[in-house]
Antibody, heavy 114, light 113 residues
């Protein structure tokens, strides 16, 4: 069945780079798009960006200068890299297949702190 | 970007009551080509990932109870939960999927008295 799972460090120091991986199963990254969405503690959902099934990417303009999304189709993985992290980047980071869509990962909590 | 405005930000109801959550978009979400409205609703229970309830404004996702009803067109949309149950305690978000970037409403917290 369709599954997505985020992984990455739970703690990142300010000004450093965040690297997250979304490992998917049950579908091909060449058939479906994968999106990244984040949620600061106690706050709402923010769309970050998308890896389209054809390899095209699209980013939230507010994050575009810091954000990069890539993939390895052979490993069924989508990667998120965001640099110059600040405390306001503390959030749960989710990957999801398509948007809107019923398949979301469990999320990974990332805390930006020294 | 399309701005999504949700109201109310929170509400508390007793089990069995009917709840209405509103979502307004800064631009029409109605496609002139197919007359479909590109608006989705999600439910997020504490400690869980968002769950898709409704897409295309009124199409219920598979397995979603029929007490969840989406309606509206253009810029004004509503999620109605009839006969609210204790398990409906959650945050609810609308999201437009009409144009990029996808944008979410700020959320509505539903509490059960």
């Amino acid at each position: 069945q369709v599954q997505l799972k985020e992984s990455g460090p739970g703690l990142v120091q300010p000004s450093q780079t965040l690297s997250l991986t979304c490992t998917v199963s049950g579908f091909s990254l060449m058939d479906y798009s994968v999106h990244w969405v984040r949620q600061p503690p106690g706050k709402g959902l923010e769309w970050m960006g998308r890896m389209k099934y054809d390899g095209d990417t699209y980013y939230n303009s507010a994050l575009k200068s810091r954000l990069s999304i890539s993939r390895d189709t052979s490993k069924s993985q989508v990667f998120l890299k965001m640099n110059s992290l600040q405390t306001e980047d503390t959030a749960i980071y989710y990957c999801t297949r398509e948007l809107p869509g019923p398949w979301w990962g469990q999320g990974v909590m990332v805390t930006v702190s020294s | 970007d399309i701005v999504m405005t949700q109201s109310p930000s929170s509400l508390a109801v007793s089990a069995g009551e009917t709840v209405t959550i509103n979502c307004k978009s800064s631009q029409s979400l109605l496609s002139s080509g197919n007359q479909k409205n590109y608006l989705a609703w999600y439910q997020q229970k504490p400690g869980q990932s968002p769950k898709l309830l409704i897409y295309l404004a009124s199409t219920r996702e598979s397995g979603v109870p029929d007490r969840f009803i989406g309606s509206g067109s253009g810029t004004d949309f509503t999620l109605t939960i009839s006969s609210v149950q204790a398990e409906d305690l959650a945050d609810y978000y609308c999201q437009q999927h009409y144009s990029y970037p996808p944008t979410f409403g700020s959320g509505t917290k539903l509490e059960i008295k």
